[in-house]
């Protein structure tokens, strides 16, 4: 049915490329780095093959899965765990930091409190620095964007296990006479 080529193709296509992920070949590598989309540093993560070559392991964010590397996971496990802790504790004592904190904003609005423009996660970024308060705009989560006056509870992703609510007041600036 399928001749010469595709009964190679088929011979080919079982267990000696590996495993496939989404039709690609994958790779097993360990995080050396929390990685967003990935996993916190020390996990054994399955990424398309191109992607560990051509990205993370260049970057230093990951390394190829092997014996070595694993021995070596291993033991740096304690490690890893106390400087997550350290982490954590240290969001959560900026959580409760963050939470007591209210964004003062005042924009120019129209009819219907509409705002000409938006608040960003920027502006918000920059408001908590002036607080003391160093935050990546990145880590600001604005469920959706805010674009009329009022009141708005915005997430602010600390750490993996730790988010902290901010209180973001958006009121209309006042007009030059």
Do not use: W
């Not at 193709?9 to 992920?21: A, I, K, P, T, Y």
């Not at 191109?50 to 496990?77: C, E, H, Q, T, W």
């Amino acid at each position: 049915m399928f001749g010469f080529f595709g009964s190679l193709f088929v011979f080919f296509s079982g267990s000696r490329l590996g495993d496939n992920l989404n039709g690609r070949r994958i790779l097993k590598v360990i995080l050396r780095q929390d990685f967003e989309s990935l996993g916190l540093e020390g996990d054994i993560v399955d990424v398309a093959n191109g992607y560990a070559r051509n990205y993370l392991i260049p970057k230093g964010i990951a390394v190829k899965s092997d014996n070595a590397s694993l021995k070596a996971l291993d033991m740096s496990k304690e490690k890893i765990m106390a400087r997550h802790m350290k982490e954590k504790e240290s969001a959560e004592r900026v959580r409760e930091k963050v939470s007591q904190i209210i964004v003062n904003l005042r924009r120019k609005a129209g009819e219907e409190d509409k705002l000409y423009g938006s608040v960003t996660s920027r502006e918000i970024a920059q408001e908590l620095e002036k607080e003391g308060i160093v935050v990546d705009r990145r880590k600001i989560i604005l469920d959706e964007t805010i674009r009329t006056l009022g009141e708005f509870e915005v997430s602010v992703k600390l750490h993996p296990e730790v988010i902290a609510k901010v209180k973001v007041v958006v009121d209309r600036e006042e007009e030059k006479a």
